[in-house]
């Protein structure tokens, strides 16, 4: 939380886990949630959008004097919020441009 105590605040790592079970409460019947399946994009972009800006604005070596775990952790965490905004993109454009049957 020093470090980025906006995203990373309680309240913040609380709406992470909440994003994660929504994500699982669709897993199953995707297909049928086109768009909110545009809304995970959207939502994993502005997450990577923000971990981009941090790491721009901010001197990851401090991150790592300070603490080696939090360091790592900082350079790594919007690498999975980039992946998985293309992911979600390419099911959500993937689901609209075909009817998917599962």
Request: glycine share 4%; no cysteine; charged share 15%.
């Amino acid at each position: 939380m020093e470090f980025d105590s906006q995203t990373l605040s309680n309240f913040g790592l609380l709406m992470i886990a909440i994003w994660g079970f929504a994500y699982i409460s669709v897993s199953k019947s995707f297909y049928e949630v086109k768009w909110l399946i545009g809304i995970f994009a959207i939502e994993k972009l502005v997450y990577a959008i923000v971990w981009t800006s941090w790491q721009m604005n901010n001197n990851l070596s401090d991150v790592f004097e300070k603490d080696k775990m939090a360091g790592i952790f900082y350079s790594v965490y919007g690498l999975n919020d980039w992946i998985f905004f293309f992911f979600f993109l390419f099911v959500f454009v993937r689901l609209n441009r075909t009817k998917l049957t599962f």
